[in-house]
């Protein structure tokens, strides 16, 4: 079975401060994980993905094998990061699913 | 048209009755997926077509859900004697390239409250 774990429902980081939003999967295959974010009233988009090695908006997220995790993190929290963060798992091994876990809503204090 | 438009915005309705949820993906877009999204849950797979056929609808919860793609473009999601628990946001997304990067690009959703 495929799952996405993400633990934290709700964060709340003062700005300037690091973030880290956890992410765990399980999958029997070779995972591609990517990390959807959702500000409010816009539509779910893309942030990143594992194969581009990527920072974007600050973001940046490694795929951890060993720990099955794919964390999403940046150095300094801005305000305008408040969101839903949503880390996803594309099942490539059995047809291209995407799968993704129950999402974490981020705020910056100012 | 520039994004995935989905109709309608909102539907409310009352138990038992039949509802068609429609999304009209990016042109070109030959994967199409439809997701669920209850409060306080991530989007939970429901169907995913590749062209005009349903490459997987393992995520459809019973028989009460269908989803055609008749012509590899536009798709309808068909909920038949909706009950309550029916209500949530219903997400479409499509997609340019399965065995690529494969962004997703999604719709605003259609929320449906039953009754």
């Known amino acids: 079975a495929q799952r996405v774990t993400q633990p934290e429902k709700l964060l709340s980081v003062f700005k300037g401060a690091p973030v880290e939003l956890k992410c765990n999967y399980s999958?029997?295959?070779?995972?591609?994980l990517f990390w959807y974010v959702q500000y409010s009233r816009q539509r779910l988009q893309l942030l990143l993905r594992?194969?581009s090695r990527e920072s974007i908006k600050g973001f940046t997220a490694d795929l951890n094998k060993g720990e099955t995790s794919f964390h999403l993190k940046k150095p300094f929290a801005q305000e305008e990061d408040s969101a839903m963060y949503y880390c996803?798992?594309?099942?490539?091994?059995?047809?291209?699913?995407?799968?993704f876990g129950t999402g974490t809503s981020l705020t910056v204090i100012p | 048209g520039a994004g995935v438009s989905q109709t309608p915005s909102n539907k409310v309705t009352e138990k038992g009755k039949y509802v068609e949820l429609r999304c009209d993906p990016i042109?070109?877009?030959?994967?199409l997926y439809w997701y669920r999204q209850s409060l306080g849950q991530g989007p939970e797979f429901l169907i995913y077509?590749?062209?005009?056929?349903?490459?997987?609808d393992s995520g459809l919860p019973n028989d009460r859900f269908f989803a055609v793609r008749p012509e590899g473009s536009v798709s309808t999601l068909k909920i038949q004697r909706t009950e309550r628990g029916d209500s949530a946001v219903y997400l479409c997304?499509?997609?340019?390239?399965?065995?690529?990067?494969?962004?997703?690009?999604f719709g605003e959703g259609s929320r449906l409250t039953v009754l």
């Open positions: 997304a499509s997609s340019s390239r399965t065995g690529g990067t494969g962004e997703l690009f």
């Open positions: 999958y029997s295959g070779s995972p591609e």
């Open positions: 594992h194969i």
């Open positions: 996803a798992l594309k099942a490539a091994n059995t047809g291209n699913q995407f799968y």
């Open positions: 042109s070109g877009h030959t994967a």
């Open positions: 077509f590749q062209g005009t056929g349903a490459a997987d």
